[in-house]
């Protein structure tokens, strides 16, 4: 199956697992991270982080500001 999608969606598949797992880790709850994911942010210019995966950048934008959750310096 995994041979019927293009390189931009496989890549964007594996972005959205990496930013699930980490949001997943930040909040200790997939409900918790899920919402996050589909809400607005400021950190992120007020975009959704889910947005923000399309790109490579963004992904990275999202997974920056996952791990400053984690570590208590971000809500």
Known sequence: MADDLS???EDRLGRELAVTAAAVEAFDCEDKAARWLR???DP???????????TV???RRVERLLGWIRH???A
């Open 57 to 59: 950048e963004g992904a």
């Open 7 to 9: 390189p931009e969606l």
């Open 39 to 41: 809400r607005e942010t």
């Open 44 to 54: 992120l210019a007020g975009q959704r982080p889910w947005d923000e995966i399309d």
């Open 72 to 74: 208590g310096m971000a």
